[in-house]
Nanobody
Framework: EVQLVESGGGSVQAGGALRLSCVAS????????MAWFRQVPGKEREGVAA???????RYSDSAKGRFTLSKDNAKHTLTLQMNTLKPVDTAMYYC?????????????WGQGTQVTVSS
């Protein structure tokens, strides 16, 4: 069974930075995708950044230029470096994953880590 464990959330002031990590367990190979989503209470979940099994990375418009996604295949760890944070980035951030070359839907989800950005 695949499990995802996130860490790295917290509270920062606007302009600050945070690094989120997600460790995946249960995968035996490297043909899987991973992604970060975020959700604010009362709003729909929003994709932030995703990486396919071939290393192709996609960012949301809000993440481009400020967030950097990376993946360590050996450690099955996904990292989201978030710089120049804004209050609108405040949300619960979730790691997601699924088996496949390219993924647009995800089966496995972490428990979430809270990011709070104050002005």
């Amino acid at each position: 069974e695949v499990q995802l464990v996130e860490s790295g959330g917290g509270s920062v002031q606007a302009g600050g930075a945070l690094r989120l990590s997600c460790v995946a367990s249960g995968y035996t190979g490297s043909t899987y995708c991973m992604a970060w989503f975020r959700q604010v209470p009362g709003k729909e979940r929003e994709g932030v950044a995703a990486i396919d099994s071939d290393g192709t990375i996609r960012y949301s418009d809000s993440a481009k230029g400020r967030f950097t996604l990376s993946k360590d295949n050996a450690k099955h760890t996904l990292t989201l470096q978030m710089n120049t944070l804004k209050p609108v980035d405040t949300a619960m951030y979730y790691c997601a994953s699924d088996v496949g070359l390219e993924c647009y839907e995800y089966t496995y989800w972490g428990q979430g880590t809270q990011v709070t950005v104050s002005s």
